[in-house]
């Protein structure tokens, strides 16, 4: 099986790259994606993921992550992780390391400093001041943009995961899609796997990622099944033309596809080729 990789936004770049390199010497989907996760949450300059993501409303950072690996439908995530920037790697220790598919809060920080993960101020410089200029002016860029990366290793198996500091100043406590299973993430491992990027109100209302794969599974081509799930909601919610909302989908045999509800959502995808990016049209 050739292996193949699909990751959101401009800097999934990097990211898929960095998926693509494990993958091509021998990795899991399981450690490529999140290896791929890592490259984003490691980087200050994205401020939407990991360290330097967006704080909430009172100036603290809570990521939201998760990991969906295809043998078993194995699920780890973590919700309103304070003080560690490695969300994937706790949510894939969630996975191996206990009998839960889900931690939340202090629950989640308490496991991750138990396994070694080292508590830091998650505020760069420039996140600080944005916040506080916010603050003050009560503006804030309203993007809120979730890495999420779906990989097919050489042994046909499916991986997929998500991470992200969520809305911008969102009101302490708040989770979003990215960590909820059939929402930001799905993976069925007999069929293919999705996930998805943007209001993650509104990704949750329509389970989009669940969805997806199902529609997958009643043999509809990756591309097909993303548009028609983006398609399904924003004809039931047409507000949703108005804050983007955007999905990915990887199938068994390597096909990929996405949607958004509006324009400006960029995939990168990789096989045996350079990885290359894209823009999708809207639905
Ligand atoms: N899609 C990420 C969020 O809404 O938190």
């Not at 200050?44 to 992550?65: M, Q, R, S």
């Not at 138990?114 to 916040?131: D, I, Q, V, Y």
């Not at 949750?204 to 028609?228: D, K, L, T």
């Amino acid at each position: 099986m050739k292996p193949v990789a699909i990751a959101t936004w401009r800097f999934g770049l990097a990211t898929c790259e960095e998926a693509m390199k494990h993958l091509l010497s021998g990795a899991t989907a399981l450690d490529a994606v999140e290896r791929g996760i890592r490259v984003t949450e490691d980087d200050p300059e994205i401020d939407t993921v990991g360290y330097g993501g967006a704080p909430n409303a009172e100036g603290i950072v809570e990521l939201d992550a998760a990991i969906m690996w295809g043998p078993g439908r194995r699920l780890g995530a973590v919700s309103g992780l304070r003080d560690i920037a490695e969300a994937i790697s706790v949510a894939r220790l969630v996975l191996e390391n206990t009998p839960h598919c889900l931690l939340t809060g202090i629950g989640a920080r308490d496991f991750a400093i138990a396994n070694g993960f080292k508590p830091r101020n998650m505020l760069t410089p420039e996140s600080k001041a944005r916040w506080e200029e916010w603050k003050k002016t009560g503006i804030a860029n309203e993007s809120h943009d979730t890495v999420c990366v779906l990989a097919l290793d050489k042994n046909g198996d499916l991986c997929a995961g998500t991470s992200t500091s969520g809305i911008r100043y969102k009101m302490p406590g708040r989770v979003g899609d990215s960590p909820l299973v059939g929402c930001g993430l799905y993976c069925d491992n007999a069929v293919g796997a999705a996930a998805a990027t943007g209001q993650g109100e509104d990704i949750m209302r329509y389970a989009m990622s669940f969805r997806i794969v199902e529609e997958m599974r009643r043999g509809h081509s990756p591309m097909e099944a993303c548009r028609n799930t983006m398609e399904w909601a924003v004809t039931d919610d047409p507000r949703m033309r108005n804050r983007i909302s955007c999905v990915i989908a990887l199938g068994k045999d390597g096909q990929w596809g996405a949607a958004a509800s509006k324009k400006g959502f960029t995939v990168a995808t990789g096989g045996t080729d350079e990885v290359q990016q894209l823009e999708i049209d809207p639905v």
